[in-house]
């Protein structure tokens, strides 16, 4: 039982390069999301999503898209990557509805050079 | 934007002593959870507290929620040195979509052997 997987766990990008960061579920989770950490700001979301074939925007969603074409597997692409994108990321994952908690991935950590 | 505000920022106690985290937040909720992270992982449900629930047991642990004074806080019973981590509290706004489990800076704890 995996749960949420992310992939990879780590990244050197150099400016400008771009990437994808994978997330993948096992627990047949409808709703999905993407937040980054940095220090002294807590968690941020990214992008998040309810179902297959649907995407929105979180609350800090420049620079990043994303895309959720199997219900399993939510994706997070950085097309031109800067430093500010320097974080640690998290990818997240939990049942619809606003009464369930949301099972996390293990994080990658990004560094942008 | 930030929703919740964690108390204290760090935390240090002797193992078997208790510790209390607060958190207070500023709309309306339809929810409140905490959640652990351990240095380097990801983040880790605990408990979920409803708006017309005010207190809740799992364990060691016994959360409580005040929505007139909108805070929540979070008591650990005879601490140990493995609950050492960081604490997160994070609410759901009344009316809000999924996406807006919003998290807060979170509580740094060390628990001493």
């Known amino acids: 039982n995996a749960g949420v997987t992310q992939t990879p766990k780590f990244r050197v990008l150099k400016t400008g390069q771009s990437m994808t960061l994978l997330c993948a579920q096992d627990m047949n989770h409808e709703y999905m999301y993407w937040y980054r950490q940095d220090p002294g700001m807590g968690l941020r979301l990214i992008h998040y999503?309810?179902?297959?074939?649907?995407?929105a925007k979180g609350e800090v969603p420049d620079g990043y898209n994303v895309s959720r074409l199997k219900k399993q597997n939510f994706l997070l692409g950085l097309e031109s990557a800067a430093p500010s994108q320097t974080s640690v990321y998290f990818c997240?994952?939990?049942?619809?509805?606003?009464?369930?908690?949301?099972?996390f991935g293990s994080g990658t950590r990004l560094t942008v050079v | 934007s930030q929703q919740g505000e964690e108390d204290p920022q760090a935390l240090s106690i002797q193992e078997g002593e208790n510790a209390t985290m607060n958190c207070s937040y500023k709309t309306s909720i339809n929810n409140l959870q905490w959640y652990r992270q351990n240095s380097g992982r990801g983040l880790v449900h605990l408990i979920l507290i409803r708006s017309n629930e005010r207190e809740k047991h799992s364990g060691r642990l016994r959360v409580t929620l005040d929505t007139s004074k909108k805070s929540s806080s979070l008591l650990i019973t005879a601490s140990r040195a493995a609950d050492t981590a960081s604490y997160f509290c994070a609410t759901v706004r009344f009316g809000g979509s999924q996406g807006n489990l919003i998290f807060g800076k979170g509580t740094k704890l060390s628990v001493k052997p």
């Open positions: 997240a994952s939990s049942y619809p509805g606003q009464g369930y908690g949301y099972t």
């Open positions: 999503s309810v179902g297959e074939g649907t995407t």
